[in-house]
């Protein structure tokens, strides 16, 4: 009974209105999948929060689960602030920078394995902070790097070691060959990278 029923039903509307409504269905089947899919997408990458031109906000990038915290103003000495300042300074330039690769890097992995910890040596006595500037493209990609790569080096290379070590960081950290070639963050930053003692040799 049923059957003939729904037989009649079909069989006395025209194809055009059972195509239609058919068509009508996926589309709004394939919208709602889409929609709910863009939700979960934009939730788990923050995006709902003041997402503008592209550009994640400070606050996407976490530190033992807590938002990195805006500085107030710019700081003449970067190199004297606390270490979660002083990321939080690198931080703001990198998810900003107009390097697709910086922001690849940093956009990639926004709990932080690490914070910028600089270099300090004596000379003559005295304590001194090495300093730390993004004006170079491989300085900004190597600070995102040193933020959020594990490393797979366990001894710092020879550059790192030495006193004429010009990269700024405090510790030695290495991607593999698949970062910066082999080359360690604080070679990277300094252009050091061809006499790095993990450098892939090609
Ligand atoms: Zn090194």
């Given at each position: ?72 103003e710019q700081p003449d000495e970067p190199h004297l602030l606390s270490s979660i300042d002083l990321t939080s300074w690198v931080v703001n330039q990198l998810r900003t920078s107009r390097y ?50 594990e490393p797979t080096n366990k001894e710092p290379c020879q550059q790192c070691n030495s006193r004429s070590s010009s990269g700024p960081c405090a510790l030695c950290i290495a991607g593999g ?26």
């Amino acid at each position: 009974m049923h059957d003939q029923v729904c037989a009649d039903l079909i069989g006395s509307s025209p194809l055009f209105y059972s195509l239609s409504g058919l068509i009508g269905y996926l589309f709004f089947t394939a919208q709602r999948k889409s929609f709910s899919e863009l939700f979960v997408l934009f939730k788990s990458h923050n995006l709902l929060s003041a997402m503008v031109d592209g550009i994640f906000p400070l606050t996407s990038w976490k530190w033992e689960g807590i938002p990195l915290p805006k500085l107030e103003e710019q700081p003449d000495e970067p190199h004297l602030l606390s270490s979660i300042d002083l990321t939080s300074w690198v931080v703001n330039q990198l998810r900003t920078s107009r390097y697709n690769d910086v922001r690849d890097i940093i956009e990639g992995k926004k709990d932080l394995v690490r914070l910028i910890e600089l270099k300090e040596r004596r000379e003559r006595g005295d304590k001194v902070t090495a300093t730390i500037q993004l004006t170079r493209q491989q300085r900004f990609s190597s600070s995102a790097a040193y933020l959020v790569t594990e490393p797979t080096n366990k001894e710092p290379c020879q550059q790192c070691n030495s006193r004429s070590s010009s990269g700024p960081c405090a510790l030695c950290i290495a991607g593999g060959p698949e970062l910066f070639t082999g080359a360690c963050t604080n070679c990277q930053y300094s252009s050091n990278a061809s006499k790095y003692t993990f450098y892939a040799k090609k």
